[in-house]
């Protein structure tokens, strides 16, 4: 069943959510990234054998709702009211309990009621004027395993001019305000999280991290 998307609508001057169903992309190539996106994250999160997952700026709830139907506990959140109301529409449509997502910025997190043994935080960091505040929100309520991807620079850009996209912006996917290339993303997430794994399904840079332990606060 098809599910909704914003389209690259904004709340607060901010743009939320997706701006076009990917995983229906009429692009043949573009559906075999986000598959080889998906394939690779639930590789990772299976390696950490843990299900009670919060996904941080989860959208529409498209990968919330796909881990569902694995068998996940999952719960969403979102800063954006209007998404998270499209992701309760999504969840509705697939019989799943709308409630699972509540609206609340990555800033404002709390390690009581946000933890979880998985927490989940895919395409979020590069939209953030502060990602190192969201990064210290996430050092909160990390338990045990975080899980994180960002797109990779500069091939995100580069891809995104081949396809003849953003021209004006040299690549640049309207909302992004932070760009790393792998080194980069993964030497920023160490200074928060011990690094366990790095992949890359093109045009993405993924990281699986665990809670330091020892960490001076």
């Known amino acids: 069943m098809d599910m909704k998307v914003s389209g690259g609508s904004s709340e607060q001057g901010i743009i939320y959510g997706n701006t076009h169903a990917k995983h229906e992309d009429k692009n043949l190539i573009s559906r ?53 109301e499209i992701a309760k529409e999504n969840a509705a449509s697939q019989g799943v309990p709308p409630d699972i997502f509540s609206q609340k910025s990555i ?50 850009r580069a891809l995104n001019l081949l396809r003849g996209s953003y021209i004006k912006n040299m690549g640049n996917t309207p909302g992004h305000l932070q760009h790393w290339s792998k080194h980069g993303f993964v030497r920023l997430i160490s200074e928060y999280f ?20 020892n960490k001076n606060q």
């Open 32 to 84: 075999l990234l986000v598959s080889n996106f998906d394939n690779s994250l639930i590789k990772l999160m299976k390696q950490t054998k843990q299900k009670n997952i919060h996904e941080i700026g989860c959208g529409e709830g498209l990968l919330s709702l796909k881990l569902s139907s694995l068998g996940c506990k999952i719960r969403g959140s979102d800063f954006s009211a209007n998404v998270i």
């Open 107 to 156: 800033y404002n997190l709390d390690a009581l009621t946000d933890s979880a043994d998985l927490i989940l935080c895919c395409e979020v960091l590069e939209h953030l004027e502060d990602p190192r505040a969201g990064l210290k929100a996430l050092e909160k309520i990390t338990s045990n395993y975080i899980l994180l991807s960002v797109p990779r620079e500069p091939l995100w």
């Open 194 to 213: 011990d690094v366990i794994k790095t992949t890359s399904p093109i045009p993405w840079t993924m990281v699986l991290a665990k809670k330091t332990a």
